[in-house]
């Protein structure tokens, strides 16, 4: 059998199930392996199926799966060479997921800014200025720019729920 054919059917066999495959089984490596097996494993792997190699591939259909193999190989060397995506890695396939997704590298998302929580490009750029205004201390500026901010957007439950906020925090003030 010539390396193209054994090509081919690795490629066939593969592909179908490449989702399922984890990145340990896409590099043939036990999960406890040392990074230099690793890494040992993907530059085997790399050369062996490096796309280029099979220029001359006619099959269109099956050149782009050799090429999706390939990438999800790359995909699996960057994230187990790296010890902190490989332990969210790891933990992910505690979970039933094959593939690693940055996103849970941010456990936390990031914090919405107040003025997210409004549609309008102007009730916007106000609720911002509110909250830097607030943020200062000035509760009256800040009072002014959310009822600014209201008249341009009636119906927002958040900004009536800051509205109501400020103007207790203004009372307060008052009645020191």
């Not at 090509?7 to 406890?32: C, N």
């Not at 099959?59 to 799966?65: G, S, V």
């Not at 039933?96 to 490009?121: H, I, L, M, Q």
């Not at 609720?127 to 607030?134: E, G, R």
Request: proline share 5%; net charge positive.
């Amino acid at each position: 059998m010539s390396r193209v054919e054994e090509i081919l059917r690795f490629v066939e066999a593969t592909h179908p199930s490449l989702d399922k495959r984890t990145y340990y089984e896409l590099l043939g490596v036990p999960k406890d392996s040392a990074p230099i097996v690793i890494q040992q494993a993907f530059y085997q792997r790399a050369a062996r199926l490096h796309p280029d190699r099979y220029f001359k591939l006619d099959d269109a259909h099956t050149r782009r799966k050799l090429v999706e193999i390939y990438a999800r190989i790359g995909e699996a060397y960057k994230v187990l060479a790296d010890p902190q995506k490989r332990a969210l890695y790891d933990r992910g396939l505690g979970e039933g997921k094959t593939r690693y997704v940055a996103a849970t590298e941010r456990e936390v998302k990031r914090p919405v800014a107040p003025e997210d929580n409004v549609s309008g490009r102007e009730a916007k750029r106000f609720v911002k200025l509110a909250f830097q205004q607030l943020i200062g201390g000035d509760l009256k500026g800040g009072l002014m720019n959310l009822r600014l901010a209201l008249s341009l957007e009636p119906g927002s439950e958040f900004i009536q729920t800051q509205i109501k906020q400020v103007e207790a925090q203004v009372a307060a003030k008052q009645a020191k």
